[in-house]
């Protein structure tokens, strides 16, 4: 403990009053007798605030190496400050002062933890004071709303309302509320694919970026720090891009308020188009003191134009030579174009034929189909004339089979004559049943040649585009080179430039 209490090398008077600037320690635990030195003054009456300075007496300073340590490794005796205290601050001084810091600390937890108990207790009667208010709010909406219909049930009963009335605004509600939920009900649904949607989404972006990321991770160095370096690069343009459209943004606000200040003020307005005007007539000017410059003398002029005069008249000539060549060339395609043509009239002559056949067979399908529905409902209402029929029949035999049962003696004149008519429905019932299959077999047949024909359409649809591109290539190139004073326009044209 001598090391912790270095004691300083002077100190102020203390409340004894003595006049010592510091003294050494006494082996004995008494007072010392130097007290009564300096004049006789006796302890405890000196003036407080007194330097440390005798009658005729001056003590020198006294250095911490030259102090005694005691047995206990005490650096000295501390004088007391405040009237009687404990001298010598030892062990057992310490640990009194650690167990009271130790009882006030637990104390003070002891405290703590009550009002953290205490808390805890408010908080969970809280909860449940909370979940009964939810459902007595619950029960208070339920109770407002059985209110409300009693009311208005009241309302209805002194008003002398019809019950058709009341009916009337029942169904309206129901139809209402009918519509609010099958709204309700899409509303659901589309969130719910929207939601999925924005998942699946959101997983292609995760999985784009670990794509990247393992693209990354099988880069070489170089290349990864390339990589980064342009990243970098391009949040630093992000970033400027950002603030460029702010900048952009603030720019073109302001043009919308200074338009709308204009667009308010007539003399604003004129004075805009003033400068505007005033703006062009500056470009003007420098436009004709440009030119005022660029142009020389008279002679030089005139040298310059008897130059371009002969050039002009070099790029003619051979402007007219090209011509020439292209005429003959646009001859030589001529005679190609007419042979050619020639050729294929004699070779494509079966094949004009075959286009005539289908060009017919073309025909003979649209006229089919425009007339498909017309009869396709006309053999339906025959089918069903022909069921009709069937079912009658089948009813009239019935009948007369039972009137068969019921009558118990016939004559062979009667019995001749009703076995003819079940011979004769019979036959009829045979011939409806084999019309029914043959229309069903029609129809397929029917089906099948629309099938044939869609596709031979189409087919014919592909080569009728085929060939009228290459005749438009054809008269396009016959055009071109037929309009010589167009070529010989662009060529002079060209010729300027």
Known sequence: ?????????????????????????????????????????????????????????????????????????????????????????????????LRSKINELTTEINKLQKEIDMYNQENSVYLSYEKRAESLASEIKEFQGQLADY??????????????EVMNDYHLLKAQNDREAQSIDTIFTERQAKEKLIQAVEYDIQQEKQAAEDIIKNMNEEDQAKYMETKVANEKFVQELYALQQELDAVNMKEQALEAEIAHSQVKQEALQLYEKLHRLEEHRDQMIAEDKSMGSPQEEREKLLKQV???????????????????????????????????????????????????????????????????????????QIEANIVALLEHSSRSINCMKQISSVTNQELKIMQEDLTFKSSEMQKSQSTA??????????????????????????????????????????????????????????KKK
């Open 437 to 494: 299959k043959n229309l069903g077999t029609d129809s397929q047949r029917l089906q099948m040649d629309l099938q044939k024909m869609a596709l031979l359409e189409g087919k014919m649809i592909d080569e009728q585009a085929t060939l009228k591109e290459k005749i438009e290539q054809m008269t396009k190139d016959l055009e071109l080179y037929n309009n010589l004073p167009a070529l010989k326009a662009a060529g002079e044209e060209k």
């Open 310 to 384: 002969k050039e002009d008249n070099q790029e003619i000539a051979s402007m007219d030579r090209q011509l020439t060549d292209i005429k003959e060339k646009i001859n030589q395609l001529n005679e190609g174009i007419r042979q050619l043509d020639m050729d294929l009239e004699e070779h494509q002559g079966e094949k004009n034929f075959k286009y005539k056949e289908l060009k017919k067979r073309e025909e003979s399908m649209d006229n089919f189909l425009e007339s498909f529905e017309d009869t396709k409902n006309q053999e339906l209402e025959r089918k069903a």
């Open 151 to 164: 009311n208005m049930l009241v309302d209805k009963l002194n008003t002398n309302t019809d019950m058709e």
């Open 1 to 97: 403990m001598a090391s912790n209490h270095k004691p300083p090398t002077s100190r102020p008077s203390s409340r004894a009053g003595m006049g010592l600037g510091g003294r050494p320690p006494s082996p004995s635990l008494r007072p010392p007798s130097a007290a009564l030195l300096g004049g006789g003054i006796p302890p405890g009456t000196a003036r407080p605030g007194t330097r440390g300075i005798g009658t005729g007496v001056v003590f020198s300073q006294i250095k911490v190496a030259d102090r005694p340590v005691t047995q206990q490794g005490l650096s000295g005796m501390k004088t007391g400050m405040k009237g009687p205290q404990r001298q010598v601050m030892d062990k057992s001084y310490y640990l009194g002062v």
